[in-house]
Nanobody, 125 residues
Framework: QVRLVESGGGLVQAGDSRRLSCAAS????????MGWFRQAPGKEREFVAT????????DYADSVKGRFTISRDNAKNTVYLQMNSLKPEDTAVYYC??????????????????WGQGTQVTVSS
């Protein structure tokens, strides 16, 4: 079992930056690729970013590419999402997830086995 706890959400203004953190416990963190997803009110959960077990490979949704950066610190069992140039359309609950079924990472939420409880990010215009 892997427990994931997100933090760092809050209310920000458009153009601001924010860093989300996700602390993992319970299993060997470096055995899992990690992902960030988000869900806005009335919308389906959508992929944001994913990172390989070593942190050497990343992938992003087109909507955040160039603005968001995913990273991980395996010594601290933590994955991060640095969000820059935030827009009102980035408003959502952000979830981190951990998986092992794929080779290095995936955009598909069903290929992650463990999920955090989410942290709200609200971007005002």
């Amino acid at each position: 079992q892997v427990r994931l706890v997100e933090s760092g959400g809050g209310l920000v203004q458009a153009g601001d930056s924010r860093r989300l953190s996700c602390a993992a416990s319970g299993r060997t963190f470096s055995d899992y690729y990690m992902g960030w997803f988000r869900q806005a009110p009335g919308k389906e959960r959508e992929f944001v970013a994913t990172i390989s077990r070593s942190g050497g490979t990343t992938d992003y949704a087109d909507s955040v590419k160039g603005r968001f950066t995913i990273s991980r610190d395996n010594a601290k069992n933590t994955v991060y999402l640095q969000m820059n140039s935030l827009k009102p359309e980035d408003t959502a609950v952000y979830y981190c997830a951990a998986g092992q079924t794929r080779g290095w990472g995936t955009v598909k939420p069903y290929e992650y086995e463990y999920w955090g409880q989410g942290t709200q990010v609200t971007v005002s215009s």
